[in-house]
């Protein structure tokens, strides 16, 4: 038993001695700096959106970061801004964050499924028959997760994604497909 405890030790300070000498430099017993390549594999980008007519506005800002476990899987976060406004009917304003994952098969297609997480304000002018009879708040959480698929070219990504908790009449989207474009840097 005495000879095991002696061998573990033995052992034990071989191991502490080998993690020592990986930390610190050999010609003058101070501490190295290991440089961390996380930031090599963050990219960063996201979305602006502007649309402007004759009594409607559209604006959206959606910035995130990815992150590239491999060269063909990455993961990230973002958050996300809205504010639609359509004049003497409709406002809305919605924030949030989602979480992406993606995977690329081949450099040109690039797989996704995204979970959004957004608050949404809405006000609505409602109208009965001709006659204003005033305003109607819906205030409520919205959840989506979207599957994608995309054509790659450098950092640009063009696709099409699917809400697959989609539910007709959320007031959050028109319909459950959706078009996409991702710029990373």
């Known amino acids: 038993m005495k000879k095991n405890v002696y061998t573990l030790l033995f052992l034990g300070t071989l191991t502490l001695n080998s993690i020592n000498a ?35 506005s559209d ?27 359509s004049k003497d009917y409709f406002k809305s304003t919605s924030y949030g964050v989602n979480l992406i994952g993606l995977y690329s098969p081949i450099p040109e297609i690039q797989l996704s499924a995204e979970v959004e997480q957004l608050r949404v304000n809405n006000t609505i002018e409602a109208y009965s028959q001709g006659y204003y009879i005033g305003k109607i708040k819906d205030n409520f959480w919205n959840t989506g997760l979207f599957l994608g698929a995309g054509y790659r070219t450098n950092n640009v990504t063009v696709g099409i994604r699917y809400n697959v908790l989609y539910k007709q009449n959320n007031y959050v989207y028109s319909q459950a497909w959706m078009p996409f474009v991702r710029v990373y840097f």
Request: neutral net charge; charged residues 10%; aromatic residues 12%.
């Open 59 to 85: 604006i959206a800002i959606a910035p995130s970061a990815i992150y590239h476990l491999t060269e063909q899987v990455a993961v990230g976060a973002g958050l996300q801004f809205n504010y639609v406004s």
């Open 22 to 56: 990986q930390v610190v430099h050999p010609q003058n017993n101070e501490p190295r700096h290991i440089k961390s390549d996380f930031f090599s594999r963050v990219q960063f980008g996201g979305g602006l959106g502007l649309s402007l007519g004759s009594g409607y």
